[in-house]
């Protein structure tokens, strides 16, 4: 049994939102109990105590789209590129094509520490190698097991490569969700990764379909990112890239269509109607010059919208600043965001994440998963139900995180990682990144 007390504690639980001075109980992998710091000093006695100290005791963070392939991506340098798919041909395509399973490996292990440094204990990630497809998935679940990091994991199928290394990542893919799903164990769950729609034939998404039909997992995929997918669909196939999806079968309660950015009234409907999850990248959207996603329309539209990184960044507070600051700048008005965004990440993110894991996520209430995070934050001003979402908006930075608790498990302690060696991680990665770069 483990005590985390003596701390503001966030719960996000609708029934009580807040306590001044609040401790967690954690019997196993789940919360057993909440209340006072005093009244559950009285009732437990433990050996373990984690005393927060008036920090803020909250909910470990979700990221509902992420990629660990590009961890070695990080100042490479790379030939200059003026839109969206010059980008990709410029930089993540040539990347990807140079991966090796180690390189896999460390992108992972880099990933996952930069998870845990930030308070991010939940991930879905999309993966990409096209030099190294066979097992990259169970490369990366090893390491998620070791570094004890919540993952979802799964591999971007592409026609781009060719015929053989399409085949292998579907077989990746199913081979990987049956592995995952035989498993029962919400620490690890699969989805079946695709790119996007300019990238993928209509036998392949065919092929798509049917690979998953037997399988309990969705579709994970970029959607209508860049304006160049829309007019590649309409072009080739007199059809918008949600409606292409739609065709197939692909979209559901179970599929997240990430991005979205270019997406019309008719396909936000069809999103809707199907009850597909939809994943908003503001840093990257910006980074890549695609455009701003509709978010708030989609949000009133009541399409179910969560917030990721798209591999810029493991800091979901940052997201969250970023996302605020897009909405108000696209739609020149200040007045929005205040809600919407917080409700995408601290409510969206848990829910997506309970569409693939039984037990309560994202929550600090009795019978949920203990992913738990101490962030060293003492407020200045006023912190309670009604403010509290504004001092995280403002102050909270992933580097602020002190404490990482994920499944029961205390994988960070004081800003120190104990499930792994940090400086032999970091001294291996600079060595194969110098000799990826290189290749690339």
């Known amino acids: 049994m483990l005590i985390v007390g003596n701390g503001r504690l966030i719960t996000r639980d609708s029934k009580n939102l807040y306590m001044e001075d609040g401790s967690v109980v954690i019997e196993g992998n789940k919360i057993l109990e909440i209340g006072s710091t005093e009244n559950i000093k009285k009732k437990y006695s433990t050996e373990e105590y984690i005393d927060a100290n008036g920090k803020v005791i909250m909910p470990g963070m979700i990221n509902t789209h992420n990629h660990i392939y590009s961890s070695f991506a990080t100042g490479m340098p790379s030939k200059e590129s003026k ?6 041909e410029n930089l993540w395509w040539k ?3 140079k991966l090796t399973l180690e390189d896999v490996k460390y992108s992972a292990l880099n ?11 939940t991930i879905f990630d999309h993966h990409a190698s096209q030099g190294a497809v066979t097992d990259s998935l169970f490369t990366i679940a090893e390491v998620a097991k070791k570094m004890n990091v919540r993952s979802n994991l799964c591999y971007e199928v592409t026609d781009r490569d060719g015929k053989e290394i399409m085949e292998q990542a579907i077989n990746e893919n199913v081979n990987f969700i049956k592995h995952a799903n035989s498993l029962n164990d919400d620490m690890l769950k699969g989805m079946f990764g695709l790119h996007a729609s300019m990238t993928l034939s209509n036998d392949t998404m065919q092929k798509c379909a049917k690979a998953i039909s037997d399988l309990e997992a969705g579709f994970h995929v970029h959607v209508a990112e860049g304006i160049a997918d829309v007019y590649d669909s309409l072009n080739k196939y007199g059809k918008r890239v949600v409606e292409r999806f739609n065709d197939f079968g692909m979209l559901n309660e ?7 950015i270019h997406t019309n009234k008719r396909e936000m409907d069809i999103l809707r109607d199907t009850n597909t999850m939809v994943v ?20 009133k539209n009541d399409i179910l919208v969560g917030l ?7 800091d979901m507070f940052e997201s969250m600043k970023v996302a605020n600051l897009l909405q108000k700048h696209n739609l020149c008005d200040p007045r929005i965001a205040w809600g919407e965004v917080p409700t995408m990440i601290f409510e969206n993110n848990r829910k997506i ?4 894991i039984e037990s309560p996520i994202g929550i600090i209430k009795e019978g949920a998963l203990a992913d738990i995070i101490i962030v060293d934050y003492i407020p200045h001003t006023p912190f309670n139900e009604d403010t509290f979402d504004s001092h995280i908006l403002f102050k909270f930075m992933g580097r602020s995180v002190d ?10 302690k004081d800003r120190e990682v104990l499930v792994v060696d940090e400086e032999e991680i970091l001294s291996k990665s600079r060595e194969l990144s110098s000799k990826l770069w290189s290749r690339v």
């Open 83 to 88: 839109n969206f798919v010059e980008i990709l």
């Open 95 to 97: 990347i990807d094509k």
């Open 111 to 121: 990933t996952y520490l930069e998870c845990i440094k930030n308070g991010t204990t």
């Open 254 to 260: 179970k599929t997240i269509a990430v991005h979205g």
């Open 280 to 299: 908003h990248n503001s840093e990257s959207n910006m980074g890549n010059a695609v455009g701003c996603a509709p978010v708030i329309e989609m949000l």
């Open 308 to 314: 990721g990184t798209d591999g810029f960044t493991s």
């Open 353 to 356: 994440a309970n569409r693939y």
């Open 403 to 412: 404490t990482t608790i994920i499944n029961g498990k205390v994988v960070m």
